[in-house]
């Protein structure tokens, strides 16, 4: 019996690779050209009660993928924080509901109760050696652990979506502010509620200590403010408007992250890559082809000046334009050189700079500048990277 044997050297299946053969990245070298591989048929196995995909691979049940997506936390954050929330919510709803422990605990009335005559009611302002019985304080330290533990569930998505939005770049001690914090300030508020004279003593002792701590994100400080609010919210025993406030704040929160919202790389560079302004229509090199194209045109002429990118410039005016880009480039770049200028059929012409930035400047800022204080001679610019720039490393 006759036995035939096949070697497997790569897959021909999935996407086209966005560099075509024989083409590099940075087009500063050509890569050999990879063998031909051998096509192989893929082995469909069937397993029954099981949905199959078109490769045909068991698809897990509907219950595995929902479970799936809330562990993958990146990919599905709003579902994993709306599903907290749900089960947070239920159980707080069931506590209240059998408990009036609970609902003593954690929901009573944010403004202080009035007297008879319509006076502010403010609280003792002393006789505090006052004796209570052995009852009261077990229920007072029953409220009190129950305001702490509902501070703990509500700041905890918060420093999730913290670290998640963060990544490798968030402040460790900050994550452990976010969670501590709003203990402390549950039990300072819990101390001096409906307590004036308290409340002065507290703002004392605050005045004499000082705490100092730069951040170095302004948006971390915003985190600081939310969680000494859910804290001030659970010490008055209203963790429903901290239950809100955590809920609308971590929805904002992804939003944001999401959709990369106030970014200069958000919107059309998330769809190219490339810095631009201007209108859609204007622009040359928003595809990968187009890129490859201009990339493969400006090469030979990028021997004179060390590139770190090409700098399109559209406009009608290509003499005006000129020397507008130039004023932008004195402040961002090193050195620049105008390579062409070329005309279009639309009748716009487009100035092809090869720059070199300067270690303080940046893409965004000479894109930027062009379009706020240029606009009325430049239709559209755009920034095609070249390489990457290498940062030095200190003390060389």
């Known amino acids: 019996m006759a036995q035939h044997s096949k070697k497997h050297t790569g897959i021909t299946s999935g996407p086209p690779p966005v560099v075509a053969p024989g083409e590099s990245e940075t087009l500063l070298s050509t890569p050999p ?22 490769e045909g691979q068991p698809q897990p ?9 809330l562990v993958d936390a990146r990919s599905y954050p709003f579902l994993r924080v709306i599903a907290y929330y749900v089960v947070v919510s239920a159980l707080m709803s069931l506590a209240v509901y059998y408990s009036p422990t609970v609902r003593e605990a954690i929901l009573s009335p944010v403004a202080l109760p009035l007297e008879r005559g319509g006076d502010l009611a403010a609280g003792p302002v002393g006789d505090y050696g006052a004796r209570i019985s052995l009852q009261e304080a077990g229920q ?21 979506v913290y670290m998640l939005t963060k990544r490798f770049r968030y ?8 969670i501590i914090l709003p203990i402390v300030v549950a039990g300072i508020a819990l101390v001096v509620k409906n307590s004036i004279a308290l409340a002065f003593a507290l703002a ?7 705490f100092r701590n730069t951040l170095e994100d302004p948006r971390d400080a915003v985190y600081i403010f939310l969680v000494i609010g859910i804290g001030l919210s659970s010490g008055v025993q209203a963790l429903d408007v901290a239950l809100a406030m955590s809920f609308a704040f971590n929805l904002v929160v992804l939003t944001v992250w999401k959709f990369n919202v106030g970014s200069i790389y958000s919107g059309r560079y998330a769809r190219t890559g490339i810095l631009s302004v201007g209108p859609q229509r204007l622009l040359m090199a928003q595809e990968p082809e187009a890129q490859r194209t201009v990339r493969r045109r400006m090469l030979d002429k990028a021997t004179d000046v060390k590139t770190d990118g090409i700098l399109l410039v559209h406009s009608t005016q290509p003499d005006v334009a000129r020397m507008t880009v130039q004023e932008a480039l004195a402040d961002m770049a090193k050195d620049w050189q105008l390579v062409d200028v070329v005309s279009r059929d639309d009748g716009m012409r487009t100035l ?3 720059v070199r930035l300067k270690r303080n400047g940046s893409a965004a800022g000479i894109v930027g500048a062009l379009d706020e204080r ?7 610019a755009e920034y095609v990277p070249f390489r990457a720039r290498r940062k030095k490393r200190k003390g060389r």
């Not at 049940?61 to 997506?69: D, Y």
């Open 61 to 69: 049940p509907a219950h595995q993928r929902l479970l799936e997506r």
């Open 204 to 210: 004392g002792i605050v005045a004499a200590v000082r």
């Open 140 to 160: 007072r330290a029953l409220g009190t652990v129950l305001v702490i533990l509902g501070a703990l569930l509500l700041v905890v998505p918060v420093a999730w």
């Open 352 to 354: 092809e700079y090869l």
């Open 171 to 178: 402040d460790p001690a900050l994550v452990a502010s976010v």
């Open 374 to 380: 240029w606009s009325e001679q430049v239709a559209a």
């Open 33 to 54: 050209a990879p063998a031909p591989a051998a096509a192989e048929t893929p082995v469909h196995t069937s397993h029954p009660g099981r949905m199959q995909t078109d």
